[in-house]
């Protein structure tokens, strides 16, 4: 069993940074991957970042320059720094752990911590 807590989501306005934290707890070892995915209102859930167990880093174009993912293995908590928000990057984003069997993965996610970016 996997648990994945999000916080530090709140309400900022356009240029503004925020960091978002993810505990995980449970069974983490053995992940192919830990990302951050985002849902914008009315819209589809989104890769937003992700970084693999080897610390390889994959970003969606439109953060790239902006947005930083990390993680601290020591206390099991994945991290995205946002700077420079922009309305559209309002959405409730969501911390992800995905791992792989051959032909199969299994993704565990938490509840969301919402971004509401707006002047």
């Known amino acids: 069993q996997v648990q994945l807590v999000e916080s530090g989501g709140g309400l900022v306005q356009p240029g503004a940074s925020l960091r978002l934290s993810c505990a995980a707890s449970g069974s983490i070892n053995n992940f192919y991957a830990m990302g951050w995915y985002r849902q914008p209102p009315g819209k589809q859930r989104e890769l937003v970042a992700d970084i693999t167990s080897d610390g390889t880093t994959n970003y969606m174009s439109s953060v790239k320059d902006r947005f930083a993912i990390s993680r601290d293995n020591a206390k099991n908590t994945l991290y995205l720094q946002m700077n420079g928000l922009k309305p559209e990057d309002t959405a409730l984003y969501f911390c992800?752990?995905?791992?792989?069997?051959?032909?199969?993965?299994?993704?565990?996610w938490g509840r969301g911590t919402q971004v509401t970016v707006s002047s």
């Open positions: 992800n752990l995905q791992r792989r069997l051959p032909g199969l993965r299994y993704d565990y």
